[in-house]
């Protein structure tokens, strides 16, 4: 495979697992670090297999049925169902919205200076005009490109020395604790890891890969593309899950090294772990931390607001695609600018967005275990799969996921 064929089979997977490293993510993964040192690298190694899984459904769905997943869900199980589900991905996608916004507006204050709720409202809006402007197909090289932002985190660990055989060590034999603080943090990474917006977003994504193709047609009536589709979905879903997994582990890694060695054990954002790494780690690592915050929420926000629009759209059989102007498609392009502004105006507010993100964790935890077992059946479903329902190794990492997940919300709530 050359380069360029590379290239072009990464799309929804590869944006979708990047996108799962928001600022709030970045949060949680630095208090992971800083708390528990090493002693959390485990659960990228862990819920790698179980990503991919999940994610791998949710893009066949999209693109074998031809539909995103609100729609499906729509035509095989109840209404009400589907509407609470969209509900509840509706007011934790924008808490979450408001909590990155919060992050990246502290982050160019820690870079420039200056007012951080002018810079949260003013990448707010900057956001939205991308989302609403620009054609899908150079949108989503944007996306592409803002990935790489992500990659300063693996460059902030290099930029301090570390025992790689203590690394690998404890990130395959961890000191695992059955405490309540570190069972709540395995739980909340999980919860940061395993979303349903990235489901929603990514089988909505196929779909619009499928727009572009020449017949324009679901993958189970193109039998004669369905191999190449399968592999492509394939590779494209385990580099973006990889992606996000590496990312994470480079953020737990300089976190435990810069912050929990030094004593700095309490970290309640990502703006806060950034400033914390100045005096130990210097300013180059300190300001790539915060670079790699902007650019992370420049990459999540879309996804955030789209994967909502997407199921508003899908529930309620609205017009909907990044490839239409906006004429074309208001109520769509309506819901991602709520999102957004909602998001925005509660940033400016005085809410707590810590005690914010936590029920927004709650939320995306409570509605990601019904949506990964209705997507489970949707997956095994010939009427929505055709002939090409997923097979026996994939049907057994997406119940696992499933399980794991429905593991950590019980967890959550008896915690």
């Known amino acids: 495979m050359n380069n360029t064929n590379w290239l072009k089979r990464l799309g929804p997977g590869f944006v979708t697992g990047a996108a799962d490293d928001d600022p709030s993510g970045i949060a949680t993964y630095s208090q992971a670090g800083a708390q528990f040192g090493f002693n959390t690298l485990w659960t990228v190694v862990f819920t790698y297999p179980l990503m991919v899984g999940i994610q791998l459904i ?150 619009e890969e499928q727009r572009r193709a020449p017949r324009e047609d679901a993958l189970k009536r193109r039998p004669e593309d369905a191999a190449d589709g399968v ?76 994967s909502v629009a997407y199921a508003m759209a899908g529930t309620f059989n609205w017009s909907n695609s990044l490839e239409h102007p906006p004429a074309r498609s208001v109520k769509f392009y309506g819901i991602i600018g709520i999102a957004t502004l909602l998001g925005a105006l509660i940033a400016l507010s005085p809410v707590n967005t810590i005690e914010a993100l936590f029920w927004s964790a709650v939320i995306n935890g409570v509605a990601a275990v019904p949506v990964m077992v209705l997507m489970m059946l949707l997956a095994i479903n010939p009427d929505v799969m055709g002939s090409y329902t997923v ?9 696992c996921a499933t399980f794991a997940m429905g593991s950590a919300v019980i967890a959550l709530i008896v915690g």
């Open 231 to 306: 592999a492509r979905i394939g590779f494209d879903t385990c580099v973006g899950m990889g992606v996000s997994n590496v990312v994470a582990f480079f953020i737990m890694l300089t976190a435990a090294i810069t912050l929990g060695q030094q004593g700095v054990t309490d970290i309640t954002s990502s703006t806060q772990a950034a400033s914390a790494l100045k005096p130990v780690a210097g300013s180059l690592a300190s300001m790539l931390f915060s670079l790699g915050i902007v650019g992370s929420g420049m990459l999540a926000i879309p996804v955030l607001a789209g």
């Open 58 to 207: 949710s893009a066949r769905i999209g693109a074998f049925s031809g539909h995103g997943l609100a729609t499906n869900i729509g035509r095989h199980y109840p209404r009400w169902l589907l509407i609470m589900i969209v509900v509840m991905l509706l007011v934790a996608n924008t808490i979450n919205i408001a909590a990155d916004l919060v992050a990246m507006g502290d982050a160019v204050t820690l870079i420039l200076g200056g007012p951080h709720h002018v810079y949260a409202l003013l990448l707010g809006v900057i956001s939205l005009a991308l989302q609403i402007w620009i054609p899908y197909d150079r949108y989503v090289a944007v996306l592409k490109w803002l990935t790489l932002s992500l990659f300063s985190y693996v460059g902030t660990a290099f930029a301090i020395h570390i025992d790689w055989a203590e690394v690998l060590s404890r990130t395959v034999l961890p000191h695992a604790r059955l405490d309540h603080d570190y069972v709540t943090m395995i739980v909340a990474i999980f919860g940061t890891t395993i979303s349903p917006y990235l489901f929603f977003w990514q089988a909505s994504q196929e779909v």
């Open 391 to 399: 097979g026996r190794t994939v049907k057994v990492i997406g119940w």
